[in-house]
């Protein structure tokens, strides 16, 4: 005889919001106030009525233009206000980048994100960008820049060259951010997301936990990413890596569950979302990167460098799917 799956006792008493209405920071907080098993179940059931479970989207970072950056953003080794020790580099060449393109998708990378540390670039930089960007793409990969805020018209530049996604994260909550960052604005960030999905481009933007901001702070970022309508394709949550000599440097880490608690709350925020687990990734455990794929990341920056600091390797990568049985796309 069958017996049937039995159904969970404690069921997860918040309804999501009807369909377009906008995630309350409220709502947000209440599911990360749920018990822990509750809210991994709610998140384990909103990925697999989307996705297949197993597949982890892959992509690799490259730095095409390093340090030097105008900007104050105090988690940033790239900002030219603090001593961080980093070695700067000029805009590469489209020959650099397509060989780092190259061997990101002989090992499998789906696609390719180019990071500058600009405040926004200039016009001059849009030509080089834009050929960097037409080359990768001819190579079948799908391909993502970050340069910061985007002018009138550059979006648009950068979708005739073929771009595909656009990454520019808020960060924390609209509240906080002034506490992060004074030489831009929440509203600028939101101008450039507003912007580039005028432009016809996929928008990537999430943000960074561990920054010294409240549970409140963490659903506020996640409210706001979930009530862009329509929500950014790609949500990567970063888990701050202290760089010595910034502001930051001395903060201390989130607690795990926490941490796996935000990556919940923005797959159920943002069911048809890709969920990536981003930074911070090579200072958790096994373990810990396995709970936050249960919590709902379907994505990964795949290969040994993120922009300035390092990223496990693709062996110890391989050998964890393998231990999951999870696939990369
Ligand atoms: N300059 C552009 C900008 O600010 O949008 C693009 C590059 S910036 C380095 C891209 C993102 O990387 C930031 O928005 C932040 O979310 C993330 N990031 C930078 N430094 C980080 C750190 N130390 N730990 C975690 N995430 C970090
Ligand atoms: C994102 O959210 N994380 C990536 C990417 N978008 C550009 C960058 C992470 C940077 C981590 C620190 C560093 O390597 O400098
Ligand atoms: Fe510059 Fe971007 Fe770093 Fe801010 S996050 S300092 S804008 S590179």
Same mark, same amino acid.
């Not at 880490?253 to 981003?278: C, H, K, N, Q, W």
């Given at each position: 005889?069958?017996h049937p799956i039995?159904?969970?006792?404690?069921a997860p008493p918040?309804?999501?919001?009807?369909?377009?209405a906008?995630?309350?920071?409220?709502?947000?907080?209440a599911l990360?106030?749920?018990p822990f098993?509750?809210?991994m179940f709610r998140?384990?059931?909103?990925l697999?009525?989307? %996705?297949?479970?197993?597949?982890?989207?892959?992509?690799?970072?490259l730095?095409?233009?390093?340090?030097n950056?105008?900007e104050?953003?105090?988690?940033c080794?790239?900002?030219?206000?603090?001593?961080? +020790?980093?070695e700067?580099?000029r805009?590469?060449?489209?020959?650099?980048?397509?060989?780092?393109?190259?061997?990101?998708?002989?090992?499998g990378? +789906?696609? %390719?994100?180019?990071?500058? =540390?600009w405040?926004?670039?200039?016009?001059?930089?849009m030509? =080089?960008?834009a $050929?960097?960007?037409k080359?990768?793409?001819?190579? +079948?990969l799908?391909?993502?820049v970050?340069?910061g805020?985007?002018?009138?018209?550059? =979006?648009?530049q950068?979708? =005739?060259? #073929?771009?595909?996604y656009?990454?520019?994260?808020l960060d924390?909550?609209? $509240?906080?951010? +002034?506490d992060?960052?004074?030489?831009h604005?929440y509203q600028?960030?939101?101008?450039?997301l507003?912007?580039?999905r005028a432009a016809?481009l996929?928008?990537?933007s999430?943000?960074i936990?561990?920054m010294? $901001?409240t549970?409140?702070?963490?659903? #506020?970022?996640i409210a706001k990413l979930?009530?862009?309508?329509?929500?950014?394709?790609s949500?990567?949550?970063?888990n701050?890596?202290?760089?010595?000599?910034?502001?930051l440097?001395?903060?201390?880490?989130?607690?795990?569950?926490? %941490?796996?608690r935000?990556?919940?709350?923005?797959?159920?925020s943002?069911?048809?979302s890709?969920?990536?687990?981003?930074?911070g990734?090579e200072?958790?455990?096994e373990?810990?990167?396995a709970?936050c794929?249960?919590?709902?990341?379907?994505?990964?920056?795949y290969?040994?460098?993120?922009?300035?600091t390092?990223?496990?390797?693709? $062996?110890?990568?391989q050998?964890?799917?393998?231990k999951?049985?999870?696939?990369?796309?």
């Amino acid at each position: 005889m069958n017996h049937p799956i039995p159904v969970p006792q404690s069921a997860p008493p918040i309804a999501p919001p009807a369909a377009k209405a906008a995630w309350s920071v409220d709502a947000v907080l209440a599911l990360f106030e749920l018990p822990f098993a509750d809210l991994m179940f709610r998140a384990q059931q909103t990925l697999r009525e989307n %996705f297949d479970p197993n597949a982890i989207q892959r992509s690799t970072l490259l730095s095409i233009k390093t340090g030097n950056c105008s900007e104050d953003c105090s988690y940033c080794s790239q900002s030219k206000r603090y001593q961080t +020790g980093l070695e700067t580099q000029r805009l590469l060449s489209t020959e650099e980048v397509l060989a780092a393109a190259r061997a990101a998708k002989e090992q499998g990378s +789906g696609r %390719f994100c180019m990071g500058a =540390a600009w405040r926004g670039p200039k016009e001059k930089d849009m030509a =080089a960008v834009a $050929e960097m960007v037409k080359a990768v793409k001819a190579l +079948g990969l799908e391909t993502c820049v970050t340069l910061g805020i985007l002018k009138d018209g550059q =979006a648009e530049q950068l979708k =005739a060259a #073929g771009l595909d996604y656009y990454n520019h994260n808020l960060d924390t909550a609209p $509240e906080f951010y +002034g506490d992060i960052v004074t030489t831009h604005t929440y509203q600028d960030r939101l101008d450039t997301l507003k912007s580039v999905r005028a432009a016809g481009l996929k928008v990537c933007s999430g943000g960074i936990v561990g920054m010294g $901001e409240t549970r409140r702070h963490r659903a #506020g970022l996640i409210a706001k990413l979930a009530s862009l309508d329509p929500p950014p394709e790609s949500v990567p949550i970063n888990n701050l890596v202290p760089i010595p000599g910034t502001p930051l440097a001395e903060r201390t880490a989130v607690d795990i569950f926490e %941490f796996v608690r935000t990556i919940a709350a923005a797959r159920i925020s943002m069911p048809g979302s890709y969920v990536r687990l981003s930074a911070g990734r090579e200072q958790m455990s096994e373990a810990e990167q396995a709970l936050c794929f249960l919590a709902g990341a379907n994505s990964i920056f795949y290969g040994d460098q993120l922009l300035t600091t390092t990223n496990p390797g693709l $062996e110890r990568d391989q050998a964890l799917f393998a231990k999951l049985s999870l696939h990369g796309v």
